[in-house]
């Protein structure tokens, strides 16, 4: 087994025991043996990650006890569109690539604002894609899941990848594509409604690289995407009407960047865009939402070099412009700023055993100006077995575009209540510590790390004027709260006898409001996760993964979500040297979540049985 190399934790290559930061990596191998929808599904039981309901019975990352759109989401290094900040109970940056395309997923727990910027209060989810190599490799799965209980849900993936040289040591090119789809999922309340909406989805990309040398790459992506989504639903009042609400989302991807590796050190060049557009219809006739497009432009380019010994010092800077275009943001139906930022990163060693990383970040907010996030780790290895780390580190999000816009105002709540911008909110920042070791040891392996973060200036929106229940309310923006999360991750593996292992992991979770000294909502103090992976014959790979997620207080109207367990078994059979058989059955206890109770922040299928076949060259 390889050391993974991962890159999120600073900007460059580290080997994974060596990454100054609570990282964990999800190989694209690993995702190719299970039926893998989206990101969520494809990082759950992830150390620190927690899947948290977004309204529609949908879901979001949580890290640490961060909300989902405290998450950055990065392909190959670049952000990809942050719906959340201009759709309400957006999930779509979950579903930009097929793990058919995916290296590796690097999840980073805790602040990195030091290099990424805003949004990154939780963590930065990394989508690492594979690469070209001097021969043509390529790989085919299909897969479809049924429910049994006769209310939808049934799903289907088909993804491809193929990349290869098209001239040999001087041109390559990577192409993917997935189609993917679900059915709706009826309440078994009231058929007319959903409980989880139909979704069809095509996505795509192609790269081209070109090493014009042995020092230089330049890499041209392109992908673009439509999706497709529709729920039946009911509209607020006495008299509630039930319509079906249609999504149509298009997305697209544009990159092109340079690397250098020359004799004084590394450089890197990039320029890309990423847009998301969603339009909205309704059967009953009613105004819809949006139109939305939300476009997120991108300059930047960094430096590394060891200006002297035991020194690697990296240098940046980033130039990113943001535009929405929705009806309802302001009179014009347009805002849009740009963000200018610099960042210095020092890699020190420190003798055969110790190591500092300390940087910082200054970024520029046409509204609020200059911001500095600074950020210090430390590093002791111990031997090559053991390595203690800790450190400590700042982090800040700026409102949205909507949150910010006098004039946006829009009906929300199923027109229960009108929400309005506010001009006078402030950033929301976050001061994280961390502290652990990290082992591992013949067939052994262990890890642990304990966290704190404090949190000032959350911004949640909130009732200011009629708020008693009756239509008619109005809300806003407000930075209401501070928060303490600190909490503790434990985990570890194990080889077995018998061609088995053993990996689990575990995180306790302390989330308290210190305005009220109440437990925060929609986080769970406890989540559990195992996995038992065995090869009882040389063919055969099976596992069996159980995931467990505490109770926890929520916005529901019994203030209380009760706790739960999914349990799913694979299986993974080599017909030869190239193709394989899937099969396997997940959520064998059947648990309904939100069909089952209305406490539940999200639904999900239920128990499903699925085949699938995937091919490779």
């Known amino acids: 087994m390889l050391e993974p190399i991962v890159v999120t934790a600073t900007s460059g290559e580290r080997f994974l025991k060596d990454a100054p930061a609570s990282v964990t990596v999800v190989t694209g191998e690993e995702l190719r043996e299970r039926p893998v929808q989206d990101l969520a599904q494809a990082i759950e039981g992830t150390p620190g990650v927690q899947l948290t309901g977004i309204g529609l019975g949908r879901r979001g990352i949580s890290i640490r006890g961060m909300l989902p759109e405290q998450t950055l989401v990065l392909v190959d290094g670049m952000r990809v569109s942050n719906s959340a900040s201009a759709i309400a109970h957006s999930d779509y940056e979950l579903g930009w690539v097929p793990p058919e395309a995916i290296e590796r997923i690097e999840v980073v727990r805790g602040p990195m604002s030091s290099l990424y910027g805003s949004e990154v209060l939780g963590g930065v989810v990394n989508i690492i894609t594979r690469q070209a190599t001097d021969k043509w490799r390529g790989s085919v799965s299909t897969f479809g899941s049924?429910?049994?209980?006769?209310?939808?849900?049934?799903?289907?993936?088909?993804?491809?990848?193929?990349?290869?040289?098209?001239?040999?040591?001087?041109?390559?090119?990577?192409?993917?594509?997935?189609?993917?789809?679900?059915?709706?999922?009826?309440?078994?309340?009231?058929?007319?409604?959903?409980?989880?909406?139909?979704?069809?989805?095509?996505?795509?990309?192609?790269?081209?690289?070109?090493?014009?040398?042995?020092?230089?790459?330049?890499?041209?992506?392109?992908?673009?995407?439509?999706?497709?989504?529709?729920?039946?639903?009911?509209?607020?009042g006495r008299f509630p009407t039930f319509y079906r609400s249609n999504d149509d989302i298009r997305r697209q991807r544009i990159s092109l960047s340079h690397e250098g590796d020359w004799d004084w050190g590394t450089s890197r060049v990039r320029v890309y865009s990423s847009m998301l557009e969603r339009e909205n219809e309704r059967s009953d006739g009613a105004p819809a939402s949006g139109p939305q497009k939300f476009t997120d432009t991108v300059g930047d380019a960094h430096a590394s070099f060891s200006p002297i010994e035991n020194h690697k010092v990296t240098?940046?800077?980033?130039?990113?412009?943001?535009?929405?275009?929705?009806?309802?943001?302001?009179?014009?139906?347009?805002?849009?700023?740009?963000?200018?930022?610099?960042?210095?990163q020092d890699e020190i060693r420190l003798g055969d055993q110790w190591e500092f990383v300390a940087g910082s970040r200054f970024d520029h907010h046409e509204a609020f100006g200059w911001h500095a996030s600074p950020r210090a780790y430390l590093l002791?290895?111990?031997?090559?077995?053991?390595?203690?780390?800790?450190?400590?580190?700042?982090?800040?999000?700026?409102?949205?575009?909507?949150?910010?816009?006098?004039?946006?105002?829009?009906?929300?709540?199923?027109?229960?209540?009108?929400?309005?911008?506010?001009?006078?909110?402030?950033?929301?920042?976050?001061?994280?510590?961390?502290?652990?070791?990290?082992?591992?040891?013949?067939?052994?392996?262990?890890?642990?790390?304990?966290?704190?973060?404090?949190?000032?200036?959350?911004?949640?929106?909130?009732?200011?004027?009629?708020?008693?229940?009756?239509?008619?309310?109005?809300?806003?923006y407000e930075n209401v709260d501070e928060a303490r999360i600190r909490g503790v991750e434990i985990g570890g593996g194990v080889e077995l006898p018998w061609d088995m292992r053993?990996?689990?992991?575990?995180?306790?979770?302390?989330?308290?409001?210190?305005?009220?000294?109440?437990?925060?909502?929609?986080?769970?103090?406890?989540?559990?996760?195992?996995?038992?992976?065995?090869?009882?014959?040389?063919k055969l790979k099976t596992s069996l993964r159980v995931n467990y997620i505490g109770s926890q207080k929520t916005t529901t109207a019994s203030e209380r979500q009760p706790s739960y367990t999914l349990v799913s078994v694979y299986g993974d059979y080599a017909l030869n040297g190239h193709a394989s058989f899937q099969l396997g059955v997940e959520n064998i206890g059947d648990v309904r979540l939100a069909d089952e109770s209305g406490d539940y922040a999200f639904a999900n299928e239920g128990r499903r049985y699925f085949v699938g076949l995937k091919a490779k060259f």
């Not at 989880?196 to 070109?210: H, Q, S």
């Not at 575990?506 to 000294?517: C, E, H």
């Open 146 to 236: 049924l429910t049994e209980h006769g209310r939808g849900g049934d799903g289907y993936n088909v993804s491809g990848y193929a990349g290869g040289p098209i001239v040999p040591g001087i041109l390559g090119l990577n192409i993917w594509g997935q189609y993917r789809g679900r059915e709706e999922v009826t309440s078994p309340q009231d058929p007319r409604l959903s409980s989880m909406g139909d979704e069809g989805a095509f996505t795509g990309n192609a790269t081209l690289t070109w090493t014009p040398d042995a020092q230089q790459r330049i890499d041209l992506s392109y992908g673009a995407g439509y999706e497709e989504r529709w729920r039946n639903t009911q509209g607020a």
């Open 315 to 344: 240098v940046g800077g980033e130039i990113r412009r943001e535009r929405l275009d929705d009806p309802t943001v302001n009179d014009s139906g347009r805002a849009e700023q740009t963000h200018f930022a610099a960042f210095i």
């Open 502 to 538: 053993f990996d689990a992991n575990y995180t306790w979770l302390d989330p308290i409001d210190k305005t009220t000294g109440e437990r925060l909502p929609d986080r769970s103090r406890h989540a559990a996760n195992a996995t038992l992976s065995w090869e009882p014959v040389e």
């Open 380 to 476: 002791y290895h111990v031997n090559e077995a053991l390595t203690f780390k800790g450190g400590v580190g700042a982090g800040f999000k700026a409102p949205t575009l909507k949150q910010l816009s006098p004039e946006y105002e829009a009906i929300a709540g199923g027109g229960r209540f009108t929400i309005v911008g506010n001009p006078d909110l402030e950033p929301e920042t976050n001061l994280s510590f961390e502290a652990g070791f990290e082992y591992q040891q013949g067939i052994w392996s262990a890890r642990a790390m304990a966290f704190q973060n404090d949190v000032d200036n959350l911004i949640e929106a909130v009732c200011v004027i009629r708020c008693t229940g009756a239509p008619g309310a109005i809300w806003s």
